[in-house]
């Protein structure tokens, strides 16, 4: 049975040999959490003795401002952080929409690339090949699937990548916010599969700041901040701990 367990996860980033005000607020913004200082350096404090239980059927939002530790949390739920202190139990085949264009290559093909992500998703190589077909289909690259890739648009490039990111269904899925890929007819293509992802998943996180996004997928919420949970519950009991009343659209 798909599950997510972490009990007092932390994840810390020691910088050493910085001194700089401008640095430690640079990767303050950019991880979260807060920072700590030590005579060799500094620590950013990303993620502080979280403990959270996710089974089947949850649909977590996660709120909280810039830096509160959103993504890094998200990354120890798809496996790509460990905590450096505590546990993180992961069970299920995770999908997560946060970095769709890791591990792809601009000098290779299309269709070496999606073997190439799909490895890295965690596919055999010919659980990837087979999937070429499907991915060109979707993404709708044509014989544009055989030139390199950076001979790409942007919009190509992404499209290529959510193809291959969303082509198979996970029993727990990450999302950053609802992603729109492409122009309108394919954002509403990637909006539909999205969405039967999301119907699909056995676990659902997404963070967002977006109060109707989060009322409509899920069903509890934690709020971070500076890498701690504050408050956990039902959706609009964490959104108006986050100063967000029933009647707010938006942040």
Do not use: W
């Amino acid at each position: 049975m798909p599950s997510i367990e972490l009990v007092n996860a932390t994840v810390d980033f020691p910088i050493y040999n910085t001194r700089g005000r401008s640095i430690r607020s640079t990767l303050l913004r950019r991880v979260g959490g807060a920072v700590s200082t030590a005579d060799d350096g500094v620590t950013v404090m990303a993620l502080r003795d979280v403990t959270l239980s996710l089974q089947n059927g949850d649909r977590l939002a996660v709120v909280g401002h810039n830096g509160a530790g959103k993504s890094t949390l998200l990354r120890v739920f798809s496996g790509a952080y460990e905590p450096s202190r505590g546990s993180a139990e992961i069970a299920g085949k995770v999908a997560s929409l946060l970095d769709i264009t890791m591990g792809m290559d601009p000098e290779l093909t299309g269709a070496e690339n999606i073997i190439l992500r799909g490895v890295f998703l965690g596919m055999t190589i010919e659980e990837a090949r087979r999937m070429i077909p499907e991915v060109v289909e979707f993404s709708e690259l044509g014989d544009y699937v055989n030139l390199p890739m950076r001979t790409y648009s942007s919009g190509m490039t992404l499209r290529l990548a959510f193809a291959i990111s969303t082509a198979r269904a996970p029993d727990i899925l990450l999302l950053d916010e609802l992603i729109s890929v492409g122009d309108n007819a394919f954002a509403a293509k990637a909006r539909e599969r999205i969405e039967t992802m999301m119907s699909r998943a056995s676990i659902l996180v997404l963070a967002s700041h977006d109060p109707k996004t989060l009322r409509k997928y899920c069903n509890r919420a934690i709020l971070l901040s500076e890498g701690r949970v504050v408050t956990a519950g039902a959706v609009d009991e964490v959104l108006r701990a986050y100063g967000i009343t029933d009647e707010d659209g938006g942040l």
